[in-house]
């Protein structure tokens, strides 16, 4: 099953121009037990050429049937999953029935049974090429139908899909049938699901998770609901086109999910660990909750009513939802941080936009298993930057008056990005081909640096943006952007001025600036409007630790921190002063948003990888104080204390090991703060890893915690000991196991790697390059790319690691999946390498 053909682009073609899919009518039986269901589907087509040959796809466990147009078929023709279909009439009805298994991978139709109540919940995940494990279809973007579904299921469950549902007789559902969708974007979510509704503007919502997590869901119902409304009512404003399926919206929220969400229309699923909490987090989570909701939203209208015609503009769903799930969150809802937020998201394009698996934007894409493979930064992070550089470029009213246009001309049916380029000029004026071309098709970030000139009077005489391009890909772009001039005022750094400039070619003067008094802080790309690296002139460098704890403005801020966390990932600003700067001016940052993900950036890469084994401890003490910083200076209970509470945990050496099983005792905890389940977990974990914990401990702490959660948790602990019958266990599980889910064998795989373990774990470096890609070879695609990004030596940061990955990836016949994860890693790797180089030269 795993090797299953993926679809050509020719071959989609060619089927498209051939088929036209009038309806699909599924049938599912969830009664079959707890391997197998029934999937009973009729899909009416019509072929533009009597007598043609087509063949639909489907990944059965038994097939039973399959007659075209009352003609029964050989089951046995089934070949690599795909049914030839010959001797099509003008009108034609397919009628297939099999038996399907569940999947415990979190693609096609998932199982799970939750260990705390042992009732078992199930839903379906068709991205992209997954529809075909649950019913037979023609599996392709632009063959989009309407969906009838019929569900069978235990008596006491409940079923949720695209469209609002019926139970019509004990354990039997039916459902409205759906506009014309793609069919990656049917679900179904099944079960003993606990729900919620409301109503509002005529809409029925509902939000579903497992019984389970009941409590958890219900506690922060309002809030979810809250947001859901806020930005349903901006996007009503901003599109200008009513939702256009249905009167339900439903959130379900379900185990073992891979991604964050999927936007099915009418039926979002997010992945319940990530977005329902059991234990107390910052409003960096809450944030990033409610910028999921808005995403999966804007999805409905841009992706969902208008389609990507192949998977090669996949890049315009997610850049869009990128976007306005950022400024859906900023605009509508409580959080404060979201244009902040946006800044530190565009790190991940930037980030991904310099290693050498780059890509375009808009890349042709012949084969559709390679759609997942550019699922990264670049489709999201810089596709959703460019979009805000557009529309400050082209202006709301212009922007969203393009985007109607669009959906009036292509609703229900697919386009592509030539075609909403076509609707935003007809709209604006321009010729966006020109723009396309250089911002979508070409490759590397540019970098804007401001060179001034001052005279002896403090007075800036000249002005210029140098912008330049890596070697290797060096498109200069035309930029919109905004320059600030900051000065000190008192104890603040405030905005004086700010002016429009348009960036082009490499050097563009700002004359309105001449003749201006110097300021302490002059800032391009003020407010964020470009897509570019940015760097500051020397006497604003020198301002840095003057302008971040006094900067007034937000967004401000985190361009500073974005520069400063740049520059040390380039080699120009060392990690010890990295590190320093945070302790310095991080407490005064009062974004939760922003001093969580510094705190995260600076604890996973620069100390973990861009600081020596020698330098790590220093690092690890400074990380530690700086929690107890954060710690001192909050209100008990808040997230800044619960974040400087982590840090500490984080950072514990083994002469900490006493104060952490203290706090797991409830003793010497700081006032405010429980020490929840979540932070005991994180505790046990630090404690395993320093060999001050071990079996008895972690089998305690699940005895308290025998969630789904806890079994995640126990598996990193056992993993993350510095025992080598642990290791070679938590090895054999990751390779070897194939009963366990995708989650659970990441829980493991998380838990191996651990720096303060190098000699224990040296002998696994040469073994994850010899051993690792035949193992990883037949799993799924998305645990492919989870196991390697976990279990590639990250840590092991010097040049024959490099040697050994190069010599790996020169092989032949690896799967794509691990061969671009592994090589993004070895990006990563040799960066670190080089950021120590610097580092030692300058030392």
């Given at each position: 099953?795993?090797?299953?053909?993926?679809?050509?682009r020719?071959e989609?073609?060619a089927?498209?121009?051939?088929?036209?899919?009038?309806s699909?009518d599924?049938d599912?039986?969830?009664?079959?037990?707890?391997?197998?269901f029934?999937s009973?589907v009729k899909?009416?087509?019509f072929s533009?050429?009597?007598g043609?040959?087509?063949f639909?796809?489907?990944v059965?466990?038994?097939?039973?049937?399959?007659?075209?147009?009352?003609?029964d078929?050989p089951?046995?023709?089934l070949?690599?999953?795909?049914?030839?279909?010959?001797?099509?009439a003008?009108?034609?009805?397919?009628?297939?029935e099999?038996?399907?298994?569940?999947?415990?991978?979190?693609?096609?139709?998932?199982?799970?049974?939750?260990p705390?109540?042992?009732?078992?919940?199930?839903?379906?995940?068709?991205?992209?090429?997954?529809a075909s494990?649950v019913y037979?279809?023609?599996?392709?973007?632009?063959?989009?139908?309407p969906?009838?579904?019929?569900?069978?299921?235990?008596?006491?469950?409940?079923?949720v899909?695209n469209?609002?549902g019926?139970?019509?007789?004990?354990?039997r559902?039916?459902?409205t049938e759906?506009?014309?969708?793609?069919?990656?974007?049917?679900?179904?979510?099944?079960?003993?699901?606990?729900s919620?509704?409301?109503?509002?503007d005529?809409?029925?919502?509902?939000?579903?998770c497992?019984?389970?997590?009941?409590?958890?869901?219900?506690?922060?119902?309002?809030e979810?609901?809250?947001?859901?409304?806020?930005?349903?009512?901006?996007?009503h404003e901003?599109?200008g086109?009513?939702?256009?399926f249905g009167?339900?919206y439903?959130?379900?929220?379900?185990p073992?999910?891979n991604?964050?969400?999927?936007?099915n229309?009418?039926?979002?699923?997010?992945?319940?660990?990530a977005?329902?909490?059991?234990s107390a987090?910052?409003d960096?989570?809450?944030e990033?909750?409610?910028?999921t909701?808005?995403?999966e939203m804007?999805?409905?209208?841009?992706?969902d009513?208008?389609?990507?015609?192949?998977?090669?503009?996949?890049?315009?769903?997610e850049s869009?939802a990128?976007y306005?799930?950022?400024?859906?969150?900023?605009?509508a809802?409580?959080?404060?941080g979201?244009?902040?937020?946006?800044?530190f998201?565009k790190?991940?394009?930037l980030?991904?936009d310099?290693?050498?698996?780059?890509?375009?934007v808009s890349?042709?894409?012949e084969?559709?298993?390679?759609?997942?493979?550019?699922?990264?930064?670049?489709?999201?992070?810089?596709?959703g930057?460019i979009?805000?550089?557009?529309?400050?470029?082209?202006?709301?009213?212009?922007?969203?008056?393009?985007l109607?246009?669009?959906?009036s001309?292509?609703?229900?049916?697919?386009?592509?990005?030539a075609?909403?380029?076509?609707?935003?000029?007809?709209?604006?004026?321009?010729?966006?081909?020109?723009?396309?071309?250089?911002w979508?098709?070409?490759?590397?970030?540019n970098?804007?640096?401001a060179?001034v000139?001052?005279?002896?009077?403090?007075?800036?005489?000249?002005?210029?943006?140098?912008?330049s391009?890596?070697?290797?890909?060096?498109?200069?772009?035309?930029?919109h952007?905004?320059?600030?001039?900051?000065?000190?005022?008192?104890?603040?750094?405030v905005?004086?001025?700010?002016?429009?400039?348009?960036?082009?070619?490499?050097?563009?003067?700002?004359p309105e600036?001449a003749?201006?008094?110097?300021?302490?802080?002059?800032?391009v790309?003020d407010?964020?409007?470009?897509?570019a690296k940015?760097?500051?002139?020397?006497?604003?460098?020198?301002?840095?630790?003057t302008?971040?704890?006094?900067?007034?403005?937000?967004v401000?801020?985190a361009?500073?921190?974005?520069?400063?966390?740049?520059?040390?990932?380039d080699g120009?600003?060392?990690?010890?002063?990295?590190?320093?700067?945070?302790?310095?001016?991080?407490?005064?940052?009062?974004?939760?948003s922003?001093?969580?993900?510094?705190?995260m950036?600076?604890?996973?890469t620069?100390?973990d990888?861009?600081?020596?084994?020698?330098?790590?401890?220093e690092g690890?003490?400074?990380?530690?104080?700086?929690?107890?910083?954060?710690?001192?200076?909050?209100?008990?209970?808040?997230?800044?204390?619960?974040?400087?509470?982590r840090?500490?945990?984080s950072?514990?050496?083994?002469?900490d090991?006493?104060?952490l099983?203290?706090?797991?005792?409830?003793?010497?905890?700081p006032?405010?703060?429980?020490?929840?389940?979540?932070?005991?977990w994180?505790?046990?974990?630090r404690?395993c890893t320093?060999?001050?914990?071990g079996?008895a401990?972690?089998?305690?702490?699940?005895?308290?915690?025998p969630s789904?959660?806890?079994?995640?948790?126990?598996?990193?602990?056992?993993?993350?000991r510095?025992?080598?019958?642990?290791?070679?266990?938590?090895?054999?599980?990751?390779?070897?196991?194939?009963e366990?889910s995708?989650h659970?064998?990441r829980?493991?795989?998380?838990?191996?790697?651990?720096n303060e373990?190098?000699?224990?774990l040296?002998?696994?470096?040469?073994?994850?390059?010899?051993?690792?890609?035949?193992?990883?070879?037949?799993?799924?695609?998305?645990?492919k790319?989870?196991?390697t990004?976990?279990?590639?030596?990250s840590?092991?940061?010097?040049?024959r690691?490099a040697e050994?990955?190069?010599?790996?990836?020169?092989a032949?016949?690896?799967?794509q999946?691990?061969r671009?994860?592994?090589?993004?890693?070895?990006?990563?790797?040799?960066?670190?390498?080089?950021?120590?180089?610097?580092a030692d030269?300058?030392?």
């Amino acid at each position: 099953m795993v090797g299953m053909p993926s679809l050509r682009r020719d071959e989609a073609r060619a089927r498209a121009e051939l088929l036209t899919v009038e309806s699909y009518d599924i049938d599912l039986d969830l009664t079959r037990g707890e391997e197998v269901f029934g999937s009973v589907v009729k899909i009416r087509f019509f072929s533009s050429e009597e007598g043609a040959a087509t063949f639909v796809e489907l990944v059965p466990e038994t097939l039973h049937r399959i007659a075209l147009n009352g003609v029964d078929l050989p089951v046995g023709d089934l070949v690599d999953n795909r049914f030839p279909l010959s001797g099509l009439a003008a009108s034609n009805e397919l009628v297939v029935e099999a038996d399907m298994r569940y999947s415990h991978s979190g693609e096609g139709l998932h199982r799970f049974t939750d260990p705390e109540d042992k009732l078992a919940y199930t839903y379906m995940m068709g991205f992209h090429d997954m529809a075909s494990r649950v019913y037979a279809c023609f599996e392709q973007p632009d063959l989009k139908a309407p969906v009838r579904l019929s569900v069978t299921a235990p008596e006491d469950w409940t079923v949720v899909a695209n469209e609002s549902g019926t139970r019509v007789s004990p354990g039997r559902w039916e459902f409205t049938e759906t506009k014309p969708l793609a069919t990656y974007f049917t679900t179904l979510v099944a079960g003993p699901y606990h729900s919620v509704y409301r109503e509002h503007d005529g809409m029925t919502f509902g939000l579903h998770c497992r019984r389970s997590m009941a409590a958890y869901m219900d506690a922060d119902a309002d809030e979810m609901f809250e947001v859901s409304f806020g930005c349903f009512d901006k996007f009503h404003e901003l599109y200008g086109v009513r939702f256009p399926f249905g009167t339900s919206y439903d959130q379900a929220f379900v185990p073992e999910f891979n991604a964050g969400a999927m936007e099915n229309p009418g039926c979002v699923t997010f992945r319940d660990e990530a977005f329902i909490y059991r234990s107390a987090v910052t409003d960096t989570r809450r944030e990033g909750r409610a910028t999921t909701i808005a995403h999966e939203m804007a999805h409905m209208w841009f992706g969902d009513l208008v389609t990507l015609r192949w998977w090669d503009d996949l890049w315009l769903n997610e850049s869009f939802a990128n976007y306005m799930g950022f400024r859906g969150a900023a605009e509508a809802t409580r959080f404060e941080g979201g244009w902040s937020n946006v800044v530190f998201n565009k790190m991940g394009g930037l980030a991904a936009d310099q290693r050498p698996s780059t890509h375009p934007v808009s890349v042709e894409l012949e084969v559709s298993s390679d759609a997942l493979a550019n699922f990264d930064g670049i489709a999201y992070a810089k596709g959703g930057a460019i979009l805000k550089q557009l529309a400050a470029w082209l202006g709301d009213e212009v922007f969203f008056g393009g985007l109607r246009e669009y959906f009036s001309r292509y609703g229900m049916g697919n386009a592509s990005l030539a075609d909403l380029l076509d609707c935003l000029s007809k709209v604006s004026g321009h010729d966006l081909a020109e723009w396309g071309q250089k911002w979508l098709r070409t490759t590397g970030p540019n970098t804007l640096r401001a060179e001034v000139e001052v005279d002896g009077e403090g007075n800036y005489t000249s002005v210029r943006v140098r912008q330049s391009a890596p070697a290797d890909h060096p498109t200069l772009r035309s930029h919109h952007i905004k320059i600030g001039l900051y000065d000190l005022d008192g104890d603040v750094v405030v905005r004086r001025e700010q002016v429009t400039v348009s960036v082009a070619g490499e050097l563009t003067d700002v004359p309105e600036l001449a003749g201006r008094p110097k300021a302490t802080l002059l800032l391009v790309n003020d407010d964020d409007l470009t897509y570019a690296k940015v760097r500051l002139d020397a006497d604003s460098l020198g301002a840095l630790r003057t302008a971040l704890p006094r900067l007034q403005d937000p967004v401000g801020r985190a361009l500073l921190w974005s520069i400063a966390w740049d520059s040390c990932r380039d080699g120009e600003l060392p990690a010890g002063e990295f590190l320093g700067l945070l302790r310095e001016c991080l407490p005064a940052e009062p974004l939760q948003s922003v001093v969580d993900m510094l705190m995260m950036m600076a604890r996973g890469t620069v100390i973990d990888q861009y600081l020596t084994p020698e330098e790590r401890p220093e690092g690890l003490r400074g990380y530690a104080e700086l929690g107890r910083a954060l710690v001192a200076g909050a209100e008990p209970g808040s997230g800044r204390q619960l974040t400087g509470f982590r840090a500490q945990v984080s950072a514990a050496s083994a002469e900490d090991a006493g104060t952490l099983k203290g706090w797991l005792n409830g003793e010497g905890a700081p006032e405010g703060l429980t020490v929840d389940t979540e932070l005991r977990w994180s505790i046990l974990a630090r404690l395993c890893t320093l060999g001050a914990a071990g079996e008895a401990d972690i089998a305690a702490e699940l005895e308290r915690d025998p969630s789904s959660e806890g079994l995640k948790h126990a598996a990193t602990c056992r993993a993350a000991r510095p025992d080598a019958a642990a290791k070679e266990e938590a090895w054999n599980i990751v390779l070897h196991d194939r009963e366990l889910s995708n989650h659970v064998l990441r829980a493991v795989a998380e838990g191996f790697w651990r720096n303060e373990q190098a000699e224990l774990l040296a002998p696994y470096v040469d073994r994850f390059f010899a051993e690792f890609p035949a193992a990883v070879d037949a799993r799924m695609p998305w645990e492919k790319m989870h196991l390697t990004a976990a279990m590639f030596p990250s840590q092991v940061v010097d040049a024959r690691t490099a040697e050994l990955a190069d010599a790996m990836l020169s092989a032949e016949g690896l799967a794509q999946e691990f061969r671009r994860t592994a090589a993004d890693r070895l990006d990563d790797l040799r960066r670190a390498v080089r950021v120590r180089e610097v580092a030692d030269t300058v030392k």
